[in-house]
């Protein structure tokens, strides 16, 4: 068995396309789009291989989807507000987790 190189994270957005910045905070049932490079493409047929957690609590992922550049698109819904701190998101295929990323929910 071959161990792929753990996902990480290029970018994360709402729904509608926006990046999470300084300015623009995820809040409470946001529908969030995590953009990943390095994920093995079969996990979008087997989508519970993948997990999103922040701060170490699992978030429901909705779906896996290719991206027209070979990127992935991990979607899920924040299900808990964090109190306007940042925290970090983090995305684990199989066990193997990317780098933490850091976004800040209110």
Do not use: C, K, W
């Amino acid at each position: 068995e071959i161990d792929l190189p753990p996902p990480t994270i290029l970018s994360v957005t709402n729904v509608s396309g926006v990046p999470y910045d300084a300015t623009h905070f995820a809040s409470v049932e946001d529908v969030v789009n995590v953009y990943v490079s390095a994920l093995d493409p079969s996990v979008s047929a087997n989508p519970s291989r993948v997990q999103v957690t922040i701060n170490g609590q699992e978030m429901p992922v909705q779906s896996v989807t290719q991206a027209p550049n070979g990127e992935s698109i991990v979607t899920f819904v924040l299900n808990q507000g964090f109190g306007g701190v940042p925290v970090n998101l983090a995305v684990i295929v199989d066990g193997s987790s990317s780098a933490p990323f850091l976004l800040t929910v209110r």
